[in-house]
């Protein structure tokens, strides 16, 4: 079966603190479903992950993927040909290394040596290595092959990377990148319990696993920090809060939580593998989602919000990213990486002035960085990610965070119904009051909020935002800080004369023909 699942990128997308700055990319941008079959996406006009950082609005600092750091020691190499050296087949836990490779990566997959030669193996470092560039687009499997025959004819201890690099088949730039993704891989086949599959993303705080759980014998999803954060703190305490807030979650459209538990030197949340695709990865595909099936998506996520709130926790980086859709249609919630009890004053303000989020779908509350950010931000970035599954476009645009993150604040949205005129007037208000800018023009909680829904997706009007907010209304709070931004009207009416009022008419006539009479009376008494 092929499993359509999240893919990541090394730069994660989001906005979040750093130690070493005032904040940092805080997470993998999917735990969970990315695409296993290595097939490249075509570029997105609006992907998020493509924007530049925002260094004006506030000091953000990435994590360096491309640091291979210290790599673990090499697992002993088995008896393989060329095709499963690049097929990469996962390499026995109990196989302890004895070898290093020159070329400090590493890896956990199966290298060989030919049958019945002497010749130098192929370490498995190689082989992840020799599978990553084919699977990148960045040599064929011949060219592979050819560098692996006359590394065993050498009888050389040289890497693969050398003589990939030796014959200018990649540059040391994309070997930086390789050795990094080389390390990760590694790091996921070192849990004690679990097979690892093969690694379905990876992102600036984390990389994620498919595996099998031995003793229950069900597949998982695993996310690993890299050994590069394994011994910061503040690192590792996020890491360790997911875990316990997707703990506390028992909801079927949210991403359960199995276990978080370190390994030797390696921290590793375990959960629920999740089938599907992303909301963002259909997108992606040009997708623009019909009113009802956008409709069913986005009120199974907010009943997943609903239970998240009810439990006291906020997710703070609602997005297409983060909703997986299965082959069954049901949608999950997934990534709790920014989540945050609601009563955590401390945390709160240890992260005041700091924006945590994604630009095109964060809240205006969460972009100035207030202390009291609640649920109601949760629903804005719903409503962001509506939005742009019903348009195609994502709310506001622009050349940097910065400028996307100004015009939430600022800008009036262009209502969905005038993106897409095929949408009704109902699923337009609902939209519009989820993101108002003044938080206490929107729903007060998902529970209201999933009334309007469901209204809207039986074909009637929303009982909430219809009767609260008529449509112009609504666009003038989401346009603005509702009446207080909104510039004063200047009526330009004529007033009417006051000579049109008939009984000043009357009364004037009738001073007219007195007048008159006086005058006349006037004139016979002079000459008389």
């Known amino acids: 079966m092929t499993s359509f699942n999240r893919k990541t990128s090394p730069n994660d997308d989001r906005l979040t603190p750093s130690p070493s700055a005032s904040s940092v990319s805080r997470n993998t941008s999917g735990s969970?479903?990315?695409?296993?079959?290595?097939?490249?996406?075509?570029?997105?006009?609006?992907?998020?992950?493509?924007?530049?950082?925002?260094?004006?609005?506030?000091?953000?600092?990435?994590?360096?993927?491309?640091?291979?750091?210290?790599?673990?020691?090499?697992r002993k190499p088995e008896p393989s040909d060329t095709l499963e050296i690049l097929r990469g087949t996962p390499v026995p836990e109990d196989e302890d290394a004895d070898a290093s490779s020159g070329s400090g990566t590493s890896s956990g997959s199966r290298g060989g040596t030919s049958s019945g030669s002497?010749?130098?193996?192929?370490?498995?470092?190689?082989?992840?290595?020799?599978?990553?560039?084919?699977?990148?687009?960045?040599?064929?499997?011949?060219?592979?092959?050819?560098?692996?025959?006359?590394?065993?004819?050498?009888?050389?201890?040289?890497?693969?990377?050398?003589?990939?690099?030796?014959?200018?088949?990649?540059?040391?730039?994309?070997?930086?990148?390789?050795?990094?993704?080389?390390?990760?891989?590694?790091?996921?086949?070192?849990?004690?319990?679990?097979?690892?599959?093969?690694?379905?993303?990876?992102?600036?705080?984390?990389?994620?696993?498919?595996?099998?759980?031995?003793?229950?014998?069900?597949?998982?999803?695993?996310?690993?920090?890299?050994?590069?954060?394994?011994?910061?703190?503040?690192?590792?305490?996020?890491?360790?809060?997911?875990?316990?807030?997707?703990?506390?979650?028992?909801?079927?459209?949210?991403?359960?939580?199995?276990?978080?538990?370190?390994?030797?030197?390696?921290?590793?949340?375990?959960?629920?593998?999740?089938?599907?695709?992303?909301?963002?990865?259909?997108?992606?595909?040009?997708?623009?989602?019909?009113?009802?099936?956008?409709?069913?998506?986005?009120?199974?996520?907010?009943?997943?919000?609903?239970?998240?709130?009810?439990?006291?926790?906020?997710?703070?980086?609602?997005?297409?990213?983060?909703?997986?859709?299965?082959?069954?249609?049901?949608?999950k919630l997934a990534d709790l990486g920014l989540a945050r009890a609601i009563?955590?004053?401390?945390?709160?303000?240890?992260?005041?002035?700091?924006?945590?989020?994604?630009?095109?779908?964060?809240?205006?509350?969460?972009?100035?960085?207030?202390?009291?950010?609640?649920?109601?931000?949760?629903?804005?970035?719903?409503?962001?990610?509506?939005?742009?599954?019903?348009?195609?476009?994502?709310?506001?645009?622009?050349k940097n965070p910065t400028e996307v993150m100004q015009k939430h604040l600022k800008a009036p949205l262009v209502a969905p119904d005038h993106v897409n005129p095929k949408l009704s007037t109902g699923i337009s208000e609902v939209i519009e009051m989820m993101m108002a800018k003044d938080r206490r023009n929107r729903y007060k909680d998902a529970a209201d909020l999933l009334v309007d829904l469901r209204a809207v997706r039986t074909g009637e009007l929303p009982p909430i935002a219809h009767k609260d907010a008529p449509a112009e209304t609504l666009k003038a709070i989401a346009s603005s800080e509702a009446a207080q931004s909104a510039p004063i009207a200047v009526d330009k009416t004529r007033e009417p004369s006051p000579f049109a009022n008939k009984t000043v008419q009357s009364v004037i006539f009738g001073l007219a023909i007195f007048g008159l009479v006086m005058t006349g009376v006037a004139f016979i008494a002079l000459f008389s």
């Open 118 to 331: 002497t010749n130098a193996p192929t370490s498995s470092v190689d082989t992840i290595l020799g599978r990553l560039v084919v699977e990148q687009g960045l040599a064929t499997e011949g060219e592979i092959a050819e560098c692996i025959s006359r590394k065993r004819e050498d009888a050389s201890d040289r890497s693969l990377a050398d003589l990939l690099v030796r014959n200018n088949i990649v540059t040391d730039r994309q070997l930086t990148r390789l050795k990094s993704a080389v390390e990760a891989e590694r790091s996921g086949q070192k849990l004690p319990g679990y097979r690892v599959i093969g690694k379905l993303g990876a992102g600036a705080m984390a990389t994620v696993f498919k595996a099998k759980q031995i003793s229950l014998d069900r597949l998982v999803a695993i996310k690993v920090l890299p050994r590069k954060f394994s011994t910061n703190p503040q690192f590792i305490e996020r890491f360790y809060a997911e875990g316990r807030a997707a703990a506390q979650m028992n909801h079927p459209n949210i991403v359960q939580a199995f276990d978080v538990a370190k390994a030797g030197e390696f921290h590793y949340f375990v959960m629920e593998y999740v089938e599907g695709e992303t909301v963002h990865d259909a997108i992606v595909r040009d997708k623009r989602y019909n009113e009802a099936e956008a409709l069913d998506i986005i009120i199974m996520t907010a009943d997943a919000l609903r239970h998240a709130h009810e439990k006291g926790l906020i997710h703070r980086d609602v997005k297409p990213k983060n909703i997986i859709i299965t082959p069954n249609g049901v949608a």
């Open 343 to 398: 009563d955590d004053k401390d945390a709160a303000l240890a992260e005041k002035g700091k924006a945590y989020g994604t630009p095109y779908y964060i809240s205006p509350e969460q972009i100035r960085g207030e202390v009291n950010v609640g649920p109601q931000a949760d629903i804005y970035s719903l409503g962001a990610t509506l939005y742009h599954m019903v348009t195609g476009n994502v709310p506001y645009n622009g």
């Open 32 to 74: 969970i479903a990315v695409q296993s079959n290595g097939e490249s996406k075509k570029n997105d006009p609006n992907d998020e992950s493509r924007l530049p950082m925002p260094s004006d609005t506030m000091p953000l600092k990435m994590p360096d993927d491309n640091d291979p750091g210290q790599s673990p020691p090499e």
